[in-house]
């Protein structure tokens, strides 16, 4: 069935540092890619998506480019801020199901 | 814009016991779901809505039961409380799957914390 796998977490980093989490999916048919943030005691919020290959969902600094040939979406950012800190989580929906399938998460924390 | 509103946001209960836990979205979106998680084990469907009228079993449906009461309402129910369902609970709801449906995110609420002792 459709899944999406992120990298493990938690990822710890210097404010300023450059930032990748690497998420890959299974999809029986052709996804459109998220990547939703949860920030401590909050609901999962969306960041950015993707609908179709080659496109790029960017938002408040991240980025993610949607690649078919590697069914990859890693989520980037040039510069992290303490305020990034949070739990991130790849997701895809296709349209042969009702539901979202997500990633596991990975917990970003970043350091003064 | 509310989005989806969860209600309550914490609640205590001990074994045994029973509740409901009330979502209602103001989006008009046709699918409703609710999710359980818990600490590393990410996002967990319990049951789903695709539409009024109809609900499906998730991942995690075990000790669980829902009722979409309208278009704008889905209620998650506890029967007989179990210290296992200590989590944090999640409904989002999202445009139906059909064009362009399927393109769009869900929307979260704020989640419900749930301590069973």
């Known amino acids: 069935g459709d899944s999406v796998t992120q990298m493990e977490g938690p990822v710890t980093l210097s404010e300023e540092a450059f930032l990748t989490i690497n998420c890959t999916y299974t999809?029986?048919?052709?996804?459109?890619l998220f990547w939703y943030v949860q920030y401590p005691g909050e609901g999962l919020q969306l960041l950015l998506k993707?609908?179709?290959?080659?496109d790029k969902g960017s938002n408040k600094g991240f980025e993610a480019t949607y690649r078919k040939e590697t069914t990859s979406f890693h989520l980037e950012k040039g510069s992290v801020q303490v305020s990034d800190s949070a739990v991130y989580f790849c997701?895809?929906?296709?349209?042969?199901?009702?539901?979202?399938?997500f990633g596991a998460g990975t917990r970003l924390t970043v350091k003064p | 814009n509310a989005g989806v509103t969860q209600t309550p946001k914490f609640q205590v209960l001990k074994t045994g016991q029973s509740m409901t836990l009330q979502c209602a979205q103001d989006?008009?979106?046709?699918?409703m779901y609710w999710y359980r998680q818990d600490p590393g084990m990410g996002l967990r469907l319990i049951y789903y809505?695709?539409?009024?009228?109809?609900?499906d079993k998730g991942e995690v449906p075990n000790g669980y039961n829902v009722s979409r009461l309208n278009k704008r309402e889905f209620s998650l129910r506890l029967e007989s409380a179990a210290p296992s369902q200590t989590s944090v609970y999640f409904c989002?709801?999202?445009?139906?799957?059909?064009?362009?449906?399927?393109?769009?995110?869900?929307?979260f609420g704020d989640g419900t914390r749930l301590s069973i002792l």
């Open positions: 989002a709801s999202s445009e139906a799957r059909r064009d362009p449906g399927w393109r769009q995110p869900q929307h």
């Open positions: 999809a029986t048919g052709y996804p459109s």
């Open positions: 993707a609908t179709k290959a080659d």
């Open positions: 997701a895809l929906r296709t349209y042969n199901n009702n539901d979202m399938r």
């Open positions: 989006m008009n979106h046709n699918s």
């Open positions: 809505s695709a539409s009024e009228g109809t609900t």
